[in-house]
């Protein structure tokens, strides 16, 4: 597997050099990474069943059981953002030393996350933004690369010539990057590959089967379609099966069904966000946004009256996804690897 982007250098070299000096300074097997009994940090998400969210949560538990502190798993599972922001309100109301969560929509989560920093409670955003909140960090692949990983795979692929098409959730940010950038690639590399229809399926395989059977209609060269997320890729993958044309369909993320289409060759492959990395290095973020007296960096946090934590982006990097290394992204296979209970505990 390629890693196509690493961690932010500055980030990453704060947080080994923090770690350095924490263990430098004491001699006994007490730390200041450690958490008081009781200390809980919760991970709150949209739609709680997408299979995408559990490895993320694996590792963000991972650190916090490293350091002694509890996790919950919380979250709605519909695709419902006043049904998530109720969500996030009970975890709220738990008192937890912070919550990392990714923000369905970003507006809508301003007063609910101003809200929690308000009361003390440490957040940090991930997957999604909401970055005119009091969000401390938030960490996420680069869904500019990503999209642009995309429209290489594509492209190199069909020769550099040929009509795609893209299907669309719009208002959810990091999806909305992911085709921008996308689009933005071909235009710029690709002189000859045509965008011939945008259509938005919204997550929703139905949707996104019919719109391929229509565009395909419409435009019989059709030649590749990418959507920024795995559900509407199952949807566009059986219209080309039925269809029988020679359809490339990319997508990002996976779960089982989507690797086992990828093996198959009914889906041409997908950008994989390391969701490890995600939930761990979120986790970190997380827990120094929420004892902020542990770092003391040089600058006007003190006048200005912020939180010394303060981390606009964190890249977590992404992996291309194809039929070669596809066995190594299968959740259940992971989780049996490790041993553990997932998202149940």
Request: net charge negative.
């Amino acid at each position: 597997m390629k890693i196509k982007s690493l961690l932010l250098g500055t980030a990453a070299s704060a947080f080994f050099a923090l770690s350095a000096s924490s263990a430098m300074a004491q001699d006994t097997k007490t730390s200041a990474f450690q958490c008081e009994p009781g200390e809980l940090y919760a991970m709150n998400v949209m739609v709680s069943g997408v299979e995408y969210w559990f490895p993320v949560y694996e590792m963000f538990k991972q650190a916090a059981h490293q350091m002694g502190c509890e996790t919950a798993y919380t979250g709605t599972p519909e695709y419902d953002v006043n049904k998530q922001i109720a969500t996030f309100e009970q975890v709220l109301a738990r008192q937890p030393a912070g919550i990392m969560v990714h923000p369905m929509n970003s507006d809508p989560f301003i007063a609910p996350i101003d809200r929690a920093v308000e009361q003390g409670v440490a957040v940090v955003t991930f997957a999604a933004d909401s970055p005119n909140s009091k969000r401390s960090a938030y960490i996420t692949s680069n869904n500019d690369r990503e999209g642009a990983a995309a429209a290489d795979a594509i492209a190199d692929a069909m020769g550099g010539k040929g009509e795609y098409a893209v299907l669309e959730n719009p208002g959810q940010d990091n999806h909305d990057r992911r085709v921008a950038a996308f689009v933005g690639r071909m235009e710029e590399k690709y002189p000859d590959m045509k965008l011939v229809a945008r259509a938005a399926s919204n997550q929703d395989l139905t949707k996104a089967y019919n719109a391929v059977l229509s565009i395909h209609q419409a435009h019989p060269d059709l030649g590749a379609v990418f959507m920024p997320e795995a559900n509407s890729a199952l949807g566009a993958a059986q219209a080309v099966i039925e269809t029988k044309a020679d359809i490339k369909v990319m997508t990002a993320d996976v779960n089982a069904k989507i690797l086992d289409m990828i093996k198959a060759g009914e889906v041409f492959g997908s950008i994989n966000p390391n969701q490890g990395i995600q939930g761990y290095m979120g986790f970190i973020s997380l827990f120094l946004a929420a004892h902020p007296d542990l770092i003391d960096p040089m600058n006007d946090y003190q006048r200005a009256g912020v939180n010394p934590m303060i981390v606009p982006y964190i890249d977590n990097g992404y992996a291309v996804v194809t039929a070669e290394n596809a066995d190594d992204f299968y959740w259940e296979a992971y989780l049996k690897r490790r041993g553990t209970k997932g998202i149940d505990e």
